[in-house]
């Protein structure tokens, strides 16, 4: 029962996990726009959910999910590590700059702006989702 409660709240989970791991990239790159030598980085949320969603399947699976441990002797229990969360290990991307900077900073404050503030909208977007579906479960669960 726990194990189907999981998966059905596991795309929420890595999304909402995805969506503030770009949000400290996109503060990064804000944070360092006069920095020089600067790369502005960002996050293909797209993919990265895609993996972590799919990782997390298999995990659920026993499909090798996670991390495999070795055993130093026959009588340790066989186990697994957790599988890769959403916000870890997400693939940095460098963003290309439409028009370069003479420091070789590549951070444009527009279009960070507006990434930050469209990732802050889906962030609230995908919490208020995730907080129906939640309060969905609870009423279901509910005695009439």
Same mark, same amino acid.
């Given at each position: ?45 797209? /993919? ?9 399947? #298999? ?5 090798? &999910? &996670?991390?495999?441990? /070795? ?23 460098? #963003? ?17 702006? /507006? ?16 907080? /129906? ?12």
């Amino acid at each position: 029962m726990i194990d189907q409660l999981e998966a059905s709240l596991n795309y929420h989970q890595q999304a909402l996990g995805l969506r503030q791991a770009r949000h400290e990239v996109l503060a990064a790159n804000i944070a360092n726009a006069d920095t020089p030598n600067y790369k502005a980085r960002d996050i293909d949320f797209a /993919s990265e959910l895609k993996k972590a969603v799919d990782g997390g399947q #298999r995990a659920h699976g026993n499909d090798g &999910g &996670g991390l495999a441990l /070795s055993r130093t002797s026959d009588r340790h229990l066989a186990g697994e590590g957790p599988a890769r969360t959403a916000g870890n290990n997400a693939d940095l991307l460098y #963003r290309t700059p439409s028009q370069p900077s003479l420091d070789g900073n590549t951070v444009e404050m527009d279009r960070e702006r /507006s990434q930050f503030a469209d990732n802050a909208v889906r962030y609230q977007a995908a919490l208020t989702i995730m907080n /129906s579906r939640i309060q969905g479960l609870k009423t279901a669960m509910q005695p009439e």
